[in-house]
């Protein structure tokens, strides 16, 4: 059975860094595309980062700031983030989907239950 599993959301003050993990189980990275979500509440998802084997990408409100990586060993994808701010207040979501280039659209198949993160001072 296909699952991710988010952890490392909480509190955290204007200008700090949480690490955002996504622990995947009933399939391996190598083949799947893992993409990173956010949704404010009254706002629409937003892709923020996604990592395939070809590559990673970045949406614009983020780039430079957060990082994302994976652990194949591990089974999971992390989501460095820095320099937060209470703009980036919102429950995060890891999702996940069989393809070989990764996405920033919310086309994913597989979906965690989410982490939230709340910058506040």
């Known amino acids: 059975q296909l699952q991710l599993v988010e952890s490392g959301g909480g509190l955290v003050h204007p200008g700090g860094s949480l690490r955002l993990s996504c622990a995947v189980s009933?399939?391996?990275?190598?083949?799947?595309?893992i993409a990173w979500f956010r949704q404010a509440p009254g706002k629409e998802r937003e892709g923020l980062s996604c990592?395939?084997?070809?590559?990673?990408d970045y949406a614009d409100s983020v780039k430079g700031r957060f990082t994302i990586s994976r652990d194949a060993v591990k089974n999971t994808v992390y989501l460095q983030m820095n320099s937060l701010s209470p703009d980036d207040t919102a429950v995060y979501y890891c999702?996940?989907?069989?393809?070989?280039?990764?996405?920033?659209?919310?086309?994913?198949?597989?979906w965690g239950q989410g982490a939230q993160v709340t910058v506040s001072p």
């Open positions: 999702a996940a989907d069989p393809r070989m280039y990764c996405t920033l659209v919310a086309e994913y198949d597989y």
């Open positions: 009933g399939f391996t990275l190598d083949y799947y595309a």
């Open positions: 990592i395939s084997s070809n590559g990673a």
